[in-house]
């Protein structure tokens, strides 16, 4: 299956400004957490990701999982403008019946692998799918995007030390790391320094990346692992993400977590995106 390349840059400003549609006509939450997480996502879709929109049930396809799952608008708009489902669904989201529901939902959503949203459970599951990927000598990926706040949950711990051991080199975790999680700063509700130590201790190869650089991004995803001090061990990317990214007023302020823009700061949010020289995404533009 091979990797098709887009202007991820591009890609991202359509993503963000999706998202904030989306949440204002849902009346929904999680904005915050969706913006932070868009250059992750853009770039694995973008180029990194081996899966495609006509082979959903290749067996060998690269698995994405956003365990972070309250952030789904960010998840269904990037696969709406990757040609997954067509872009006039997001226009459902969150509505009664739909399936793109407020947590990420797999159900009748082409290209979400797994429903997430109970934090502590997309590593876990990641790593089931990386062993028996591995176990069937398949070429597959698997990729996972946590949320900081997400690793207060023991269950990633015990996938964190499962990995390693049996030697998941085809495992890649992401943690969105903008310091801000549901009631407070991720320092003040529950300190996760020293982050970067607490995963190599767990014999995790660790790199940390601007989240929103997007060259950063695409060298750390696609290095091989001959450059990583233990190859044959899992890959631990700590991205520093800013919680609201791309619009001014959102850019790290917790009420955004929980609260929907209105008319006037949707117009506000789209103009400031759509403005030359607006904060899109850092790194080179030729993907």
């Known amino acids: 299956m091979s990797i098709i390349e887009l202007d991820t840059v591009a890609l991202a400003r359509r993503i963000r400004a999706d998202v904030l549609r989306m949440v204002h006509a849902a009346k929904a939450s999680h904005v915050g957490s969706a913006l932070s ?3 992750i996502l853009a770039v694995l879709y973008g180029g990194v990701l081996r899966v495609a929109p006509a082979k959903l049930d290749d067996p060998d396809r690269d698995r994405f999982i956003l365990s972070k799952g309250h952030a789904a608008a960010a998840i269904y708009a990037t696969l709406a403008n990757t040609g997954f489902f067509a872009r006039e669904r997001l226009a459902t989201y ?4 739909t399936a793109l529901a407020g947590h990420a939902h797999h159900h009748g959503v082409p290209g979400v692998e797994i429903s997430t949203g109970s934090l502590g459970h997309g590593l876990p599951i990641g790593v089931g799918m990386a062993l028996a990927a591995q176990a069937d ?9 946590l949320s900081d706040g997400e690793c207060d949950e023991g269950s990633n711990w015990e996938a964190a030390l499962f990995a390693p051991q049996h030697k998941l080199r085809n495992l890649t975790a992401i943690v969105d790391y903008n310091k801000i ?29 601007d989240g929103h650089d997007h060259a950063q991004l695409r060298q750390a995803l696609t290095a091989p692992p001959g450059v990583d001090e233990n190859p044959d061990h899992p890959r631990m990317l700590i991205a520093h993400t800013v919680k609201g990214k791309g619009v001014s007023f959102m850019e790290d302020q917790n009420v955004w977590h929980y609260r929907n823009p209105s008319d006037e700061q949707l117009a506000k949010a789209l103009a400031e995106l759509e403005a030359p020289g607006a904060a899109r995404g850092r790194g080179d533009k030729s993907k």
């Open 37 to 39: 997480c868009v250059d």
């Open 94 to 97: 969150c509505a009664n019946g």
């Open 137 to 145: 000598g398949r070429p597959t990926k698997v990729y996972v995007v």
């Open 181 to 209: 999680q549901s009631y407070g700063r991720v320092a003040d509700v529950l300190e996760l320094h020293p982050l970067v130590d607490k995963w190599r201790a767990f014999r995790w190869n660790v790199r940390e990346v």
